[in-house]
């Protein structure tokens, strides 16, 4: 009997923290919660320049694999809001890679306490296209 592999078990989850300003809250001095998407995506977009995939150059057809990712659907729970100068936690954590599309759980935090979990589907896209994600972009996630 083969012993698992734990870092094959459990993806690794990505941290990234942004600190709430008063231009993401609304009148009641909590975050807008559109403003929590920005945050999200935000560290979508750090995952993937800590992986060495330069997006940059992909959206301008520079690299040697040139594509865009789009979010497809979004489910997310708001528990508790955040509010001004709040440093937050947004973890990212791959749930799962396809062959055209990746699953991504995301959860905000103020601390240890979770005020957002979002499960995200993002679909690669080439020249406005779906299109299977390219191999190099899947094993940078995969092993990440």
């Not at 909590?30 to 959206?59: C, K, P, W």
């Not at 995301?106 to 499960?119: F, N, S, Y």
Request: charged share 30%; glycine share 8%.
């Amino acid at each position: 009997m083969t012993t698992p592999d734990p870092a094959r078990e459990a993806p690794a989850t990505h941290r990234f923290s942004v600190r709430v300003y008063y231009e993401d809250t609304d009148f009641s001095g909590a975050v807008y919660h559109a403003n929590f998407l920005r945050f999200m995506e935000r560290a979508r977009t750090e995952i993937l320049r800590d992986r060495g995939v330069d997006q940059g150059a992909s959206f301008a057809g520079d690299a040697t694999e040139t594509f865009g990712l789009v979010v497809r659907s979004m489910n997310i729970e708001w528990l508790k809001p955040a509010r001004m100068d709040d440093l937050l936690t947004v973890e990212s954590r791959a749930d799962r890679i396809g062959g055209a599309t990746l699953e991504l759980d995301q959860r905000i935090l103020r601390g240890d306490e979770i005020l957002l979990t979002a499960k995200v589907r993002i679909a690669c896209v080439i020249n406005g296209r779906a299109a299977r994600l390219p191999a190099g972009l899947k094993e940078r996630l995969a092993n990440g």
